[in-house]
């Protein structure tokens, strides 16, 4: 049956941060539903506590509300600080410290449920053309109309398992947060983390805190930066940014694989894993028992639980909602994303792409905080309702500067480039 035979302005089909960020851009101007299996943030929340994250890696401007300094705020509205964020040069920015993600998950909970829209639960299987848009099926046989959809389905393909694993019961990807289990390790087991990046940091630091014997292995020696993308990206990247829409179509993906660069650790990472057992090398086989070999000098090592902090594939096609979708409508895809155009449309439907599946269009940054706002901001103008927003002035729409909402209102090319890791 249809939802109580209405059609909702917009369906947002993703309830993570990326389509908060979409509802907050919207702005209680149109009419909004929103779709997921869980409630808002489920993923972000099941990932944050799986590996123990106390703070996130990104200042807390970088947030889903359309008005940027949401978070802090909410911080001073609750009574509460946000660390402060120390520069070279020796100022320091009270309200741009890194926000604690108890902090941040409660700040959303706040934007959520401040900002009108239907919650319906379920996963959407399928999308069809219908009288005034679209009917979207989910799979407890609820239909939703909606006029646009927008896509808000997070990483855009499955998780990467290297050869020559195989996921099982004690072999878990770090994505898998429900079947993670690293709150049941103890002094018992023997935990090898394949990955180079915060998350296999992060679930190496957690086995061991539980007493766990860990090993982390990596291809390359640990590399150290505070944020996943070049500091303050694309604020102070803003050339960069320009660069990545001056790059063709075509070379974007290889253009985004550069500027993001392999897996990274903050510097206070590195620090605490100076306890952790660090192998830089390539896994040739393993057995039954879990005993794992290397291509290099290591010695084997006897795990009981192996943990694949190796990221997502960028394969669209491999999302079964979108790869029907792809077929339905004939939509583009190159290099395993969906080929969006500027307003972040994709193909001649009423469809709109966010998060990392719009990295053609939205750049590096597109997976997280930052991007997604922007990608939020560059919906709602296409649907007509970002001029609403007023705040910040120099980011109204219809400037004849297609790269307006670029500009952040804090985007001050004053700043020092040269802040110090704070984390
Ligand atoms: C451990 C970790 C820490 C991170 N920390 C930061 C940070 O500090 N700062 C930062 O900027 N970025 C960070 N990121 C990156 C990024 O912000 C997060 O991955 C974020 O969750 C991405 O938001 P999203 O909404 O795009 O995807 P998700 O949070 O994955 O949400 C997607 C949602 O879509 C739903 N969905 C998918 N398909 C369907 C369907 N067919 N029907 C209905 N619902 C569907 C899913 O259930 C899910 O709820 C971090 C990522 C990880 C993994």
Redesign the pocket.
């Known amino acids: 049956m249809v939802l109580r035979d209405v059609t909702f302005d917009v369906a947002i089909?993703?309830?993570?941060?990326?389509?908060?960020?979409v509802l907050s851009a919207l702005n209680g101007k149109l009419s909004v539903c929103v779709?997921?299996?869980?409630s808002?943030?489920?993923?972000?929340r099941g990932?944050?506590a799986a590996?123990d994250?106390k703070?996130?890696?990104?200042e807390s401007s970088?947030n889903?509300d359309v008005f940027h300094s949401g978070v802090s705020e909410f911080a001073m509205r609750t009574g509460r600080r946000l660390p402060e964020f120390k520069w070279r040069t020796g100022r320091t920015l009270p309200e741009t410290g890194?926000p604690e993600?108890r902090l941040?998950e409660e700040f959303c909970d706040y934007l959520s449920s401040s900002l009108a829209h239907e919650f319906v639960v379920?996963?959407?299987?399928s999308v069809e053309r219908a009288t005034g848009g679209y009917d979207l099926t989910?799979?407890t046989k609820k239909v939703v109309r909606a006029r646009h959809v927008v896509?808000?389905?997070?990483?855009p393909g499955p998780p990467n398992v290297p050869e020559p694993w195989k996921l099982g019961p004690r072999v878990v990807h770090?994505?898998d947060w429900r079947r993670l289990g690293l709150d049941c390790v103890s002094s018992r087991d023997a935990v090898l983390v394949i990955g180079g990046g915060?998350?296999a940091a992060?679930a190496a630091l957690k086995a061991a805190r539980k007493g766990a014997k860990v090993a982390l292995c990596s291809r390359r020696p640990l590399a150290t930066r505070r944020?996943?993308l070049p500091e303050n990206w694309p604020k102070r990247g803003r050339a960069r940014l320009f660069e990545f829409y001056g790059t063709p179509l075509a070379q974007r993906a290889a253009w985004v694989d550069r500027e993001r660069g392999g897996g990274t650790v903050p510097p206070s990472y590195l620090r605490e894993l100076a306890g952790v057992r660090r192998v830089v090398d390539v896994v040739s086989e393993v057995d039954a028992t879990l005993r794992v070999t290397f291509h290099g000098a290591t010695e084997p090592f006897d795990a009981t639980r192996v943990v694949l902090a190796t990221g997502t594939t960028r394969n669209c096609a491999r999302?079964?909602?979108v790869r029907d979708l792809v077929r339905a409508f004939d939509l583009p895809v190159l290099d395993g994303l969906p080929l969006v155009d500027e307003t972040l449309r994709w193909g001649h439907e009423r469809f709109t792409v966010?998060?990392?599946?719009a990295t053609l269009q939205v750049g590096p940054?597109a997976?997280?905080?930052?991007?997604?706002r922007r990608a939020a901001e560059i919906c709602a103008d296409d649907l007509g309702v970002y001029d609403i927003v007023d705040e910040p002035p120099r980011r109204l729409p219809h400037s004849n500067n297609k790269f307006d909402v670029l500009l952040g209102d804090d985007d001050d090319d004053d700043d020092d480039d040269s802040e110090e890791g704070s984390s």
């Open positions: 089909i993703g309830a993570g941060p990326a389509g908060l960020a779709i997921d299996a869980h808002w943030l489920t993923e972000w990932r944050f590996l994250i703070f996130l890696r990104s970088a889903p890194l993600s941040f379920g996963t959407v299987t989910l799979d896509f808000a389905l997070g990483a770090s994505s915060l998350s992060q944020f996943d999302i079964p909602l966010v998060g990392a599946l940054d997976a997280n905080l930052t991007g997604a």
